[in-house]
């Protein structure tokens, strides 16, 4: 968009802790087959990487512009910071994990011309869960039966009824810079905005069609998942309103009517103890019956319905019986005898030096797991590692291991009194998990395939740490398992080795797989072989052949591969990659060929050719492999196991810096030495 040009829309986004969901957010805008719009991307100061997404976003796109804001301002001021920098012709705002459905700018562009270019436009929405349903407006009827034409808040109140919320309306922004709207800060700031943008508009006009996917966060994330004294914001909020329209004359009409609504919204509040906890209920309802006397109207009656005695309640600050009928409207739930059973079972005291581990559905000793249990040794002696392995699988264990057998006595006696649990996959549902006790989630790799989202999130709620080898992955990580967990971007221990292994270690290992340092050794790591290898001039190693993975791994001059995960652990060593894919995945997060780790062939003769012609080692195979590290191996370092084992295990918070990518030195390939 060249400079000056006025866009039809503006399109204000702010953000801070919304990574998982930036890039959809992001993507449904910039996919809209209207193109006439500005994106005005707010950072408000967060560490969690939001910044450098809507930075890569900007440096693609030129109708993104992005604000860095120097420290958090919260959800309303950070609005104001991209409404001063809007150029459109109308303003939007929607939230960094809210989506636009496709044709939605189109379809807006061509109601606000048919009804004469409005101060506002208003449109409709659709919840949207975690587990994947979706929950329409409950007054969408209004837009249908009411939305016909143009209109004041007056003639339709119907409209004032729905939820208040910015980012479901289109605003002309010489209507916004006109009245000098803007938002204030704290929780709830849509309220005072609402009120004041949509009384004050000359012409309301409506589009009956869902526009937003509003996202409702199983845990964390908005408002309705956050505890704490920022739920009292919303006094202020509503003073902010009713103050507004006091000071009209012309709006006294509003009184009872913004009355009744702040009540409701404040007992809607009160009800959820995921906002208001039990223990802050009475404060809480005291603090309601303050605001209500302050703005109660003159001449108000109570309506005569069980909502109105609500109001009632809070009017008089009658919380005893507001507490009383809380309590006897509840059901009653009584615990069912294995529940009770399942707790006498679990009485066993817990062992503060107790760490179980578990890798590969209790099928290998392998992974991060190892490579944790293994620095822990070392770091952290005092705490005592079992592995829980099933019974066909004990040849898995070294001697020296302690183990138990997955199922046996042993087995429960350690799930009952282990404090740390450690898994790449996930315990099994029925293991219960105790207070004091602490679940590591290592996973086993950057997650290219796509995951089911929403499945067994019970068991991803006993997750305290989630471990991530990149702020890719742990977008994925957050997006697919919502829950409280703490997301741990120390890197992969089990990539250690590569960057700390010696050029006799790898000496070592290839002796012991038969190879000397003259044979160029290529490790075929691909989930599908279409193609015979058997042509190439090197040794080739099967990705199964050994009991060793990350032996392989060292063993190899080159990898051959396709959509397998293991290019991102192998690309830590900065050796050739090659990639041979003949055909697209559908089902995947990012198509490999689109940002490859070196050469791509398509086919065997490609593939050839590449090894013939050398372009596989080439300078230009090594600068899309340095892209590639900078992306996917950002904290892979040769530490992560240390950072694991204080943090996890030891309780330390100053755990050691990444070492940057330009400073490590990965483990030396024995071929490319040996011919220099």
Known sequence: MALGTVPKFSIVVPCHASRAWLRP????????????FEVLGVDDADADGSGRILDEYAAADPRVRVLHLEENVGLGPARNAGLKECRGEYVLFLDADDLYLP???????????????????????????WDGRLVGNQRHDAFAREGAGVFTAAERPIFLTFLEIVWNKAYRRD???????????????????TYSTMLTAERIATLDRVVVHYRQHRTGGNIHATSGRRQWDIFDQYDRVHAFIQSDPELAGWRRFAFDRSLDHILAVLAKPERIPPEDRAEFFHAAHAFAKRWKPE??????????????????????????LKVTGKVLQ???????????????????????????RCARYACNPRAIYEKAAELAPQVRGVWVID????????????????????????????????????????????????????????????????????????????????????????????????????????????????????????ASLGFDDSQLVLLDAREESHFDLGRLPVAVLDVNSGPRLDDLVLAADVMIADYS???????????????LIDKPDCDVYFDLTEFPPGVVARSAEELGAAFDSGAFAAPEAAKHRQLFRERFCEYDDGRAGERVVRRVFL??????????????????????????
């Open 25 to 36: 957010c992001l993507d449904s805008v910039l996919s809209q087959s209207f193109t006439d």
């Open 391 to 510: 019974s066909e699988h004990l040849t898995e264990i070294p001697e020296g291991v302690e183990y138990v057998v997955a199922g046996s006595a042993a087995h429960n006696k350690v799930l009952a009194r282990g404090t740390y649990f450690v898994n790449n996959v996930d315990w099994p549902r029925e293991v219960e998990k105790r207070a004091g006790q602490v679940h590591l989630q290592t996973q086993h790799g950057t997650p290219l395939k796509k995951l089911t989202t929403g499945l067994d999130l019970d068991r991803v709620d006993r997750w305290d740490f989630n471990l991530s080898s990149n702020r890719y992955s742990s977008e994925i990580w957050e997006r697919t398992y919502p829950s409280y967990f703490e997301e741990l971007e120390y890197g992969y221990p089990r990539n250690d080795r590569l960057l700390t292994a010696s050029l006799e270690e790898v000496r070592a290992v290839r």
């Open 103 to 129: 044709g939605s700018l189109a379809a807006i562009a061509r109601r606000i011309d048919d009804t004469g270019q409005p101060d506002i436009v208003l449109f409709d929405y659709e919840r949207t869960f």
């Open 299 to 324: 001449d108000y009656t109570i309506d005569r319905s069980r909502r109105g005695f609500r109001r009632w309640q809070l009017i008089y600050d009658d919380y005893a019986t507001y507490s009383t």
């Open 651 to 676: 309780g330390e918070d100053d755990v050691p810096a990444i070492t940057p990518l330009r400073d490590r030195t990965p483990a030396p390939s024995a071929y490319f030495v040996h011919n220099g």
């Open 565 to 579: 995960p293991l290019v991102f652990d192998y690309a830590n060593l900065d050796r050739p990659i090659v990639l």
């Open 175 to 193: 209507f916004l810079t006109r009245h000098g709207f803007a938002f204030t800060a704290g929780f709830y700031e849509d309220a005072p905005w």
């Open 334 to 360: 009584i615990p069912s005898p294995r529940k009770s059973v399942g707790k006498l079972l679990h009485r066993a005291k817990l062992d503060p030096n107790l760490a179980v581990y578990a890798a590969c």
